[in-house]
């Protein structure tokens, strides 16, 4: 299982997930997970994208490898904008193999422990 955190480095405008080699790191047939947040909206996993925002690459991955998508199509991010909720699908669970579709709790809020 891979963990992913796609974030553009303000200093050199660049991706880190777009320099890694993935041929190495996914496995053909084996299992490999790659879960995280892409920060990119695509129809092909929120079927609320109105516009699509740096998913070609990810959708470039998701092709390449005949990666499945595990989102259930629920929102994982809610963001506020001048007073109005948003609802929007950026993190992203792809796999090797069909994996049981996972959802998101609704209402709920992980949250590092706490020290007395």
């Known amino acids: 299982m891979i963990n992913i955190y796609d974030q553009t480095d303000l200093q050199t405008s660049e991706s880190h997930p777009r320099k890694i080699d993935w041929h190495h790191i996914i496995w053909h047939g084996g299992g490999t997970i790659l879960a995280g947040d892409m920060n990119a909206h695509s129809c092909r996993w929120d079927p609320r994208c109105k516009q699509q925002h740096d998913a070609t690459f990810w959708e470039e991955i998701l092709d390449e490898y005949g990666l499945q998508i595990g989102n259930d199509g629920r929102p994982t991010h809610h963001p506020r904008r001048n007073g109005?909720?948003?609802?929007?699908?950026?993190?992203?669970?792809?796999?090797t193999q069909l994996i049981t579709r996972w959802t998101t709790l609704k209402g709920e809020t992980l949250k590092a422990p706490t020290t007395r």
């Open 84 to 95: 109005a909720q948003g609802e929007s699908t950026v993190d992203l669970t792809m796999a």
